[in-house]
């Protein structure tokens, strides 16, 4: 079992907004915004992440701004990422006038998974606000299994040789203001997947030699950007897919997610995942590039074509995803408020009469979970536990997948997102030890 790498350390506390009465006198409490009770979740010291016999645990700070003791129950619901109940939690709390109380709330599971909290406060009928976050138990334990279809691999073995058999017409602009000292900056372009024009951002080192170089996909409706210029030891290639980034005011396909969901063969996807591909071919057609040395990074979107690229192309060497989108796609839909809508929308509104199993069927072709079996090269995946965009119990699906090297770091406190000042110094870590870089 690979362990993951934690932040024990962790002093985070995250304002939640939990407001319960200030009580009186009076027979019948009234609720005073003045003199709010103020709770808020303290993962100091605590990991969000929980193996063996350790129960599930956080620490929640009650601040009393009221002018007089109070008193409440603290009632905690635990429940799966999903919404099936686990159990109800009460405990009375007295709070010292303007003082602060520490209440840890704690419970033991078996069950590898995500699991939701929600806590608030009663008093005489009364409740405040609740508030909620995400705990996980052994999520690399969770069980992942395939949808793939039969046809899955041929499927896109397919689109690699059409893809193949478009001439990519490579043209690159230097970008003289663009440029440092020690680093030349190109825009680029190329004909991808269906003669459709894609391109991104070229770094490369003035200083002659042969480089290892990492990929970068851009996160869903990003426009253009351009790799860091810090004269590290990498060419770095940042790369839009169709309609998105540098080719974002060129976009023909709308909301890209949405866009021709009634076609396995047209879906914005399609064309996209193999963006990714040309995307390798381009930096392999540079005599300055290592071609043993390959890897590829991005969140969210990114994430997901991170994942996809390595799993189709073989000259990728290293993979660091983070935060993956379209893992699982059952429950990225029903978990996510956003984007799940996308498709829940689809399915109420649309004229061609795709039913919810036409187009879950159809999506088993873009689930990142069923290209993880192909990925050989290392992976480090790194997580934000409270993600409601592209939740954690989906990202490990992917990953729980993998046959090969593999880590990731989860991050109790962040949504969607990783803490960049740890995530990338360690990935990057293990980077330059598999390419060899100093």
């Known amino acids: ?53 350790e129960p599930l645990s956080a620490t929640l700070s009650l601040a009393n701004a ?18 099936e109940a686990v159990t109800v939690l009460k ?56 949808s793939a279809k039969p046809d899955f691999k041929a499927f896109w073995d397919t689109g690699l040789a059409e893809l193949a058999k478009v001439e990519p017409r490579y043209s690159m602009v230097l970008l003289t203001n663009l440029c440092t000292a020690s680093q030349d900056l190109y825009e680029v372009r190329m004909r991808s997947f269906g003669e459709v024009v894609v391109g991104g951002h070229y770094l490369v080192p003035k200083k002659p030699g042969k480089y ?17 210029r810090d004269g590290g030891p990498f060419i770095r290639y940042v790369a839009s897919t169709r309609g998105q980034g540098v080719m974002k005011s060129e976009n023909i396909y709308g909301d890209w997610m949405a866009c021709r969901l009634d076609s396995r063969d047209d879906y914005y996807f399609r064309g996209a995942y193999l963006d990714t591909v040309r995307a390798i071919d381009f930096v392999c057609s540079r005599p300055e590039v290592d071609q043993s040395r390959i890897a590829v990074e991005g969140g ?42 996308i498709y829940r929308n689809y399915l109420a509104k649309n004229d061609k009469g795709v039913t919810k199993d036409v187009l879950y069927a159809m999506l088993t072709y873009y689930d990142v979970k069923n290209f993880a079996p192909q990925i050989t090269c290392p992976v480090v995946m790194g997580v934000g536990l409270q993600d409601n965009i592209c939740p954690p119990r989906t990202n490990f699906a992917p990953y729980n997948l ?18 960049g000042g740890d995530y990338y110094p360690k990935a990057y870590g293990w980077l330059n030890e598999k390419f060899g870089v100093k």
């Open 300 to 341: 969210s979107q990114g994430g997901t074509l991170s994942y996809v690229c390595a799993a189709l192309d073989k000259r990728v060497a290293f993979c660091m995803p983070t935060i993956p989108g379209f893992c699982d796609i059952p429950n990225f839909i029903a978990l996510t408020e956003w984007p799940g809508s």
């Open 91 to 146: 405990a009375p709390v007295s709070l010292p006038e303007g003082g602060n109380v520490k209440q840890t709330v704690s419970h033991k599971v078996t069950a590898p998974g995500i699991y939701r909290i929600i806590a608030h406060l009663e008093n005489d009928g009364k409740q405040g606000p609740p508030t909620a976050f995400n705990l996980g138990y052994e999520p690399e334990k969770i069980t992942h299994t395939s």
């Open 66 to 83: 009221a002018k007089q003791k109070s008193e409440a129950v603290l009632v905690t619901e635990i429940t799966t990422d999903s919404g």
């Open 212 to 228: 290892p170089v990492v990929v970068r996909f851009l996160g869903y409706s990003s426009g253009p950007s351009i790799p860091d």
């Open 1 to 53: 079992m690979i362990t993951p790498i934690m932040h024990k350390k962790l002093v985070s506390v995250i304002a939640l907004g939990l407001f319960a009465a200030a009580f009186t006198f009076a027979q019948t409490p009234v609720l005073d915004t003045n003199f709010p009770v103020r709770v808020a979740l303290q993962l100091a010291e605590e990991k969000g992440v929980f193996y063996g016999e």
């Open 402 to 419: 993998l046959k090969g090297e593999k880590r990731f770091m989860i991050y109790p406190e962040t949504a969607h997102g990783v803490r």
